[in-house]
């Protein structure tokens, strides 16, 4: 049998594992980690082991279509541009703008900036990195001079102390997070610290978890600033020859942040545990800070950042093996868009377009005259302008906002009421795509060829191993062959991703002894004039490339040398803001919104795979035990979500002691297309970070309520059901059917009459059914060829039975008598073993097959793999079954 393997690049997270996709001849796609790679070395989480099951063809779009009609490409370039090219006519290129995303490759990223910022003359160009991604940026940039990453993953390994603020890297990074497990197993002596208002997996593995009250990280971060001075720990030397600002910033932290006290009391921690982390950080020298979105996603998302920076540069800890702060990267592509000017504010290269210099070094590699003279609109600006009138045409590409963006009815309303909206992707139906006005068809990961960079800045590449379907066209394709129709033509001549790079890599180095441009450390000489051989076979490297034998770069800064005009770091006096939500009588909880394991952002991928969607099958609320009997909330109950946006959501309820008591916890994933109504971003402020323009993600207020419903049921089916009734619904993918979790208030007539007409059964078929109709009871059951084809149930209260078995059912070509008798009861036959919820997706291991295995005697999380594989590819299910372990 002809198989074709291909190294490739997985297209979730910041981490950039290297991946190793075969082809096989039967359309088979199999996936497994590159051992070769040194992001990940042959791990791979369980999002990138699945995405053979994210390839295939039935949620496409695959031709061109305006107003829903298929056309050809020229057709729609010409609307577009015609549309394009009235609207800057009358009310300048300002009235335009692109939204794209830390999804595309860098040369699609690096087209569409020169496009809009070099020949359509406006900076409107932002990304929805802008939401996970741009306080880092501004932070890194006040503090070394430019967004430098000054860390490698070598370190998270080398390092003694490791402190994991704002980050849940057990289910986000976990690859990372794996490397970080396996470092403190082989040394014990490796200490971790996870700093979360709730206790998440990634706590498991720490020595200290401290839950600290919401939005008080730089007033912590503050204090150990202060402390770390107190007791001696000033790095002279370093502070002296390399960094200005010291006591600017002292003098500010000693005024919110003077002594462990003030920080304990007004953190929400013990004093105990707030000198233990002090102490901890102070008597180690190898420390990594680890941050994401928890400290990103703030209104002062920036000066957190920089609190932590401003603890490494006084003990000169960066620059050197195993230490310095090191933010993760949401997204596959973040960086490669921050490199080459994704971000409204910037230029490619890491230059500013408030610059005048950056802009004549731009403008003339570019040979434009039109190079926009200053900053575009940020994301949330952005949509404000469309919702204003003063934007009228919008290009979005590779990202949902009408499901990301806070205050995401308020998206969806602008875009709504757009003189025009375009939106490329690679699915026809996203809650965002089904405002467009035309929709463009795009390839994705198996299809598309280019690059893309890493947390640690590490470029690689992402290889095709599979042809476009339909009449899909890559993105920079799209950029390009549209900008010739405008009349760029000269200026986008691009044949292939490898002439993008080459441009890209040259601007990198052009005029590179300009006053301007010496300090920069973003260069690539090594990459410049690469052959196209050399492109396709580029190995995984670090920038700056200045050799072409060299992929690893030594520790950025090692020579004390910072990007900035006068060579120092800078400290930053931070004064610690408080969330600009308060918690309230009406709305009396802090909502927290985030990632779930086996999802990535708003589903439009792993909704599709079957072993993704098992681990969390539906929008749910984490709310602590004592939160949920004040609000009258029970364990797996329905429950309504609302703000003070005067938006609501249905969610199911999950009690968890691991959240803190006051602060509820609602994922990011679930849309339109997989629930009723649980668009949690409805509910959050457009409220931003002053400097970076990301937005709260992590703060909002809100009450929850009981979700009254006269019935409860779930439905699984070959088919997706036309439902009716359902004021509740979620649904995900199992392997050939559809679940359908449901709930509504309205009760059909006659129950057996709705279920056949839902169920779409036809006359003469096989059909088995019960009903109670006096105490709301009803079950059926349809059989097609002697398969089961679906079944419905239906009861007054939410005790229901479980679904996993009848799902198993599912993968059966015929049921036995047996198996028949039990389907309207919904419990197997007494000697069929039920696996229960799934908590291994790699091997689809349920809870009760590792509750069997600790019950014999498996009593670590390594014994449970050996007896039943699960934890034994990815670890990312690892955290839970040692919880697990613990009460089985």
């Known amino acids: 049998m002809t198989t074709i393997t291909t190294k490739t690049t997985c297209p979730y997270c910041g981490v950039g594992c290297g991946v190793i996709a075969t082809m096989h001849e039967n359309g088979r796609v199999e996936v497994k980690g590159d051992p070769e790679h040194p992001s990940n070395y042959g791990r791979l989480c369980s999002k990138g082991s699945a995405l053979g099951e994210t390839v295939y063809l039935s949620e496409r779009l695959l031709y061109p279509e305006i107003e829903g009609e298929q056309v050809s490409w020229e057709q729609a370039y010409a609307h577009i541009a015609a549309k394009f090219k009235a609207v800057i006519n009358e009310h300048g290129p300002d009235a335009v703008a692109m939204y794209v995303s830390g999804q595309l490759l860098t040369e699609d990223y690096y087209v569409a900036n020169k496009l809009m910022k070099g020949f359509i003359g406006s900076a409107n160009i932002d990304t929805n990195s802008r939401l996970c ?38 289910w986000c990074h976990p690859v990372l997070y794996q490397r970080m497990a396996q470092s403190k197993q082989e040394n014990p002596a490796v200490k971790i610290v996870s700093i979360d208002p709730r206790r998440t997996q990634t706590a498991d593995i720490s020595d200290l978890h401290l839950s600290v009250r919401p939005g008080t990280d730089g007033i912590l971060f503050n204090g150990l600033l202060v402390y770390l001075d107190s007791v001696g720990e000033t790095n002279s030397q370093f502070v002296q020859a390399h960094t200005s ?38 008597r180690t020298e190898r420390t990594v800070t680890v941050f994401s979105q928890g400290v990103n996603q703030s209104s002062s998302g920036v000066d957190k950042i920089n609190s932590i920076i401003n603890c490494h540069l006084l003990t000169g800890r960066i620059g050197r093996k195993g230490m310095g702060p090191f933010s993760l990267t949401g997204q596959p592509n973040a960086m490669g868009g921050r490199e080459v000017g994704g971000l409204a504010n910037q230029l490619a290269a890491h230059m500013e377009i408030d610059n005048p210099q950056h802009r004549e070094i731009v403008a003339g590699f570019w040979q434009s005259d039109k190079l926009a003279s200053r900053a575009g609109l940020k994301a949330i600006d952005s949509f404000d302008a469309i919702a204003e009138g003063k934007i009228r045409a919008v290009w979005i590409i590779a990202t949902n906002p009408v499901v990301s963006m806070p205050d995401a009815d308020r998206v969806k309303a602008a875009l709504e009421n757009c003189e025009l909206v375009v939106v490329s992707d690679c699915v026809r139906e996203t809650d965002t795509a089904k405002l467009a006005h035309v929709r463009l068809p795009a390839t994705t990961w198996g299809e598309r060829d280019g690059t893309v960079t890493n947390s640690e800045r590490r470029i690689s590449r992402q290889r095709p191993f599979l042809t476009p379907p339909g009449l899909a066209k890559h993105d920079w394709q799209i950029f390009t062959e549209f900008a010739q129709v ?102 009396p909880l802090v909502l927290n919104t985030g990632r779930v394991r086996d999802q990535w952002h708003t589903m439009t991928r792993t909704g599709m795979s079957p072993r993704l969607s098992a681990h969390r099958i539906e929008p749910f609320v984490e709310i602590h035990p004592d939160d949920a009997a004040r609000y009258g909330l029970a364990d797996a109950s329905l429950a309504l979500v609302s703000s003070q946006l005067g938006h609501e959501i249905y969610v199911r309820v999950r009690v968890s002691e691991r959240q803190q008591a006051g602060s509820i916890f609602v994922p990011m994933h679930w849309n339109a297309q997989f629930a009723s109504q649980a668009r949690v971003d409805t509910l959050i402020p457009a409220v931003c970070d002053p400097v970076s323009g990301q937005p709260e993600f992590k703060h909002a207020v809100a009450r929850v309520e009981p979700c009254k419903a006269s019935w409860y049921g779930f439905i699984i089916s070959r088919e997706k059901p036309a439902l009716k009734y359902s004021r509740y619904w979620a649904r995900s993918r199992g392997r050939g059917f559809w679940r359908y979790e449901i709930a509504g208030q309205d009760t059909p007539e006659d129950w057996a009459l709705h279920a056949k007409t839902l169920l779409n059964y036809e006359e003469g078929e096989e059909w088995a059914e019960f009903y109670d109709k006096a105490d709301g009871h009803y079950r059926a059951a349809r059989f097609v060829g002697g398969k089961l084809d679906s079944v419905i149930f239906i009861d007054s209260s939410i005790l229901l039975p479980p679904r996993d078995w009848l799902i198993s059912l599912f993968q059966k070509e015929e049921i036995s008598p047996r198996e028949r008798a039990g389907i309207l009861q919904g419990t197997p036959p007494a000697d069929v073993e039920d696996v229960g919820r799934i908590i291994c997706a790699c091997f689809n291991v349920g809870e009760k097959t590792i509750c069997k295995a600790v019950q014999a005697g498996a009593g670590d999380v390594e014994a449970v793999g050996k007896a039943c594989q699960a934890g034994t590819n990815c670890g990312s299910c690892k955290p839970e079954i040692a919880e697990l372990i613990k009460t089985c």
């Open 133 to 170: 991604m741009s306080s880092v940026v501004a932070a890194y940039k006040r503090a070394f001079g430019e967004d430098v990453m000054p860390c490698n993953y070598d370190d998270l390994e080398r390092a003694q102390l490791i402190v994991l603020a704002g980050t849940n890297t057990a």
């Open 245 to 282: 600002g010291m006591e600017e910033a002292l003098q500010a932290a000693r005024a919110s942040s003077p002594d462990i006290a003030t920080v304990a009391s007004a953190c929400g921690l013990s004093e105990e545990e707030v000198e233990q982390f002090y102490k901890l950080f102070a």
């Open 486 to 587: 405008m009349g760029f033509g000269e200026a986008f001549d691009y044949r292939s991703a490898a002439d993008i790079f080459d441009e890209y890599a040259k601007l990198t180095c052009y005029k590179k002894d300009h006053e301007q441009n010496r300090a920069r450390r973003l260069q690539l000489p090594a990459m410049v004039d690469l052959s196209l051989h050399e492109y396709n076979k580029l190995p995984p490297t670090q920038w700056p490339a200045l050799d072409k034998t060299v992929t690893d770069t030594p520790p950025m800064y090692a020579d004390g040398r910072f990007s900035t005009p006068d060579g120092r770091a800078r400290f930053i006096a931070i004064r610690p803001q408080p969330p600009a939500a308060k918690p309230s009588q009406e709305y």
